[in-house]
């Protein structure tokens, strides 16, 4: 979560058109656990709006002017590792959803999904765990599936894989395959008959081993790196 936990998220809002900012304004304001905090209108503004005020999520146009939403979420992630960057667009097609999410951003939303599923997104990413529209789930695992990588070999000549795999306990290859699945941190804890602080601290070792900063890039990597099989 954010780093003042007795007091309300900070949630900076980026998005060229007006109408927009203000509904989304308006779906923040009325949660008592969030606060909008600031505004941009193009991704330049956005990374020195970060600066100045440190928002704990950045709710994220990607298609804006002077600087897009992409390269300001890379830049932003970069410089503020413990920000979150939500991205909130229309656009739910490859060209977008990929590099949005190897950008850094933790999560992918649609426009048109309702007040309550942006709010519940929001809320999602701030606790650490992903959040990414069916439709752009769809998209994510077909890219994957059209253009899987080459087995990366290691220095020592073994299959990058499997050296993954061999680093990963047991239980936290399962959860990592449950994540795959869009399961919670609550729903794996349930299932496996765990606590949810064991669940994150599974979650954590596995996002370290795999060289990862969140949930979403864990579940690219695993589909990517043939951990986990793609449905």
Same mark, same amino acid.
């Given at each position: 979560?954010? !780093?003042?936990?007795?007091?309300?998220?900070?949630?900076?809002?980026?998005?060229?058109?007006?109408?927009?900012?203000?509904?989304?304004?308006?779906?923040?304001?009325? !949660?008592?656990?969030?606060?909008?905090?600031?505004?941009?209108?193009?991704?330049? =503004?956005?990374?020195?709006?970060?600066?100045?005020?440190?928002?704990?999520?950045?709710?994220?146009?990607?298609?804006?002017?002077?600087?897009?939403?992409? !390269?300001?979420?890379?830049?932003? =992630?970069?410089?503020?590792?413990?920000?979150?960057?939500?991205?909130?667009?229309?656009?739910?097609?490859?060209?977008?959803?990929?590099?949005?999410?190897?950008?850094?951003?933790?999560?992918?939303?649609?426009?048109?999904? @309702?007040?309550? @599923?942006?709010?519940?997104?929001?809320? #999602?990413?701030?606790?650490?765990?992903?959040?990414?529209?069916?439709?752009?789930?769809?998209?994510?695992?077909?890219?994957?599936?059209?253009?899987?990588?080459?087995? /990366?070999?290691?220095?020592?000549?073994?299959?990058?894989?499997?050296?993954?795999?061999?680093?990963?306990?047991?239980? !936290?290859?399962?959860?990592?395959?449950?994540?795959?699945?869009?399961?919670?941190? *609550?729903?794996?804890?349930?299932?496996?008959?765990?606590?949810?602080?064991?669940? *994150?601290?599974?979650?954590?070792?596995?996002?370290? *081993?795999?060289?990862?900063?969140? /949930?979403?890039?864990?579940?690219?990597? #695993?589909?990517? =790196?043939?951990?986990?099989?793609?449905?």
């Amino acid at each position: 979560m954010h !780093e003042d936990s007795a007091g309300p998220a900070k949630v900076l809002i980026v998005d060229d058109q007006r109408l927009m900012l203000g509904a989304l304004r308006v779906f923040i304001d009325h !949660e008592e656990d969030l606060v909008v905090v600031g505004e941009a209108q193009d991704g330049r =503004t956005a990374v020195a709006q970060c600066r100045a005020l440190r928002p704990d999520l950045v709710l994220m146009d990607l298609q804006m002017p002077v600087l897009d939403g992409v !390269e300001a979420t890379r830049a932003i =992630t970069d410089e503020f590792p413990a920000t979150r960057v939500l991205a909130v667009t229309t656009f739910s097609s490859e060209d977008w959803v990929i590099p949005a999410l190897r950008a850094g951003a933790s999560g992918y939303v649609l426009k048109d999904s @309702e007040p309550h @599923e942006i709010v519940g997104a929001v809320r #999602a990413v701030l606790a650490g765990e992903s959040a990414v529209s069916r439709g752009v789930a769809a998209t994510l695992i077909r890219s994957v599936v059209a253009d899987p990588p080459a087995p /990366r070999a290691r220095a020592d000549g073994s299959d990058g894989a499997a050296a993954l795999r061999r680093a990963l306990s047991e239980r !936290e290859l399962t959860v990592l395959e449950l994540l795959c699945e869009g399961l919670s941190n *609550k729903e794996i804890a349930a299932q496996l008959y765990l606590s949810e602080p064991t669940v *994150k601290s599974h979650l954590s070792h596995v996002l370290t *081993k795999l060289g990862v900063r969140d /949930r979403v890039q864990a579940v690219i990597a #695993a589909y990517r =790196t043939g951990l986990v099989r793609i449905p």
